[in-house]
């Protein structure tokens, strides 16, 4: 999952729970705009108006209303004096299709009772652990475990093809006005540089409509 924050350099005072004031901060206008890269050809996108400004909340409704499937999003984020971070993260539980009312009644019980996923992660507690804790050890069942990792699926050769598509007379104006041009990926925040001779490789494209 990758997102991005337009205006990050954002700081208020602790709201009346003394946690970050996530809502004030994103807003309670406005919408939650979700693409999903499914491998099929084309993206699939799925957009929500926001409701709470708290992104758990927010993803909670995007899921639940969007996706259709019900679902419990939990975030959560420490902070350190210093405004670095102490511990982050979360979880999502899904019910499967057919799922009975008592196992929903149930998960929302469990859930209601869970202290905030903040404190186990600073607890020290493993994915598998926090799963234990909030579900019950005896109701929970592994089936498969993946990695995470901080990437990025963006290369040069992506923001070469997007700069292509803006179409000769942009790709002229950037030779001439700029002599280059720099991108910079929303996700990741990496830059990557073309030169004038990239830009003048990418009009030809242009103009041979590639
Ligand atoms: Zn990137």
Redesign the pocket.
């Known amino acids: 999952m990758r997102g991005y924050i337009t205006h990050p350099n954002v700081h208020f005072d602790l709201n009346e729970q003394g946690k970050l004031d996530v809502r004030r901060a994103v807003g309670t206008e406005g919408t939650l705009s979700v693409v999903k890269d499914l491998g099929l050809r084309d993206f699939f996108t799925g957009q929500v108006p926001i409701v709470s400004g708290e992104i758990a909340e927010d993803f909670t409704q995007y899921l639940t209303v969007s996706e259709q499937v019900p679902s419990a999003v939990a975030l959560g984020v420490l902070v350190n004096p210093d405004n670095t971070i102490k511990a982050s993260g979360g979880f999502i539980i899904q019910v499967m299709p057919g799922a009975t009312d008592e196992t929903i009644t149930l998960l929302e019980q469990k859930l209601s009772d869970t202290r905030p996923v903040s404190r186990q992660i600073d607890d020290g507690l493993s994915p598998e652990q926090i799963l234990e804790e909030v579900l019950g050890e005896e109701n929970v069942k592994f089936i498969d475990r993946l990695p995470v990792a901080f990437e990025?699926n963006?290369s040069k050769e992506r923001f070469g093809n997007a700069i292509i598509g803006l179409g000769e007379n942009e790709i002229r104006e950037m030779i001439e006005e700029d002599g280059g041009a720099e991108a910079q990926?929303h996700?990741?925040n990496?830059i990557y540089d073309f030169s004038k001779e990239d830009l003048e490789g990418f009009l030809k494209d242009a103009q041979s409509g590639e």
């Open positions: 990025c963006c990926c996700f990741c990496e």
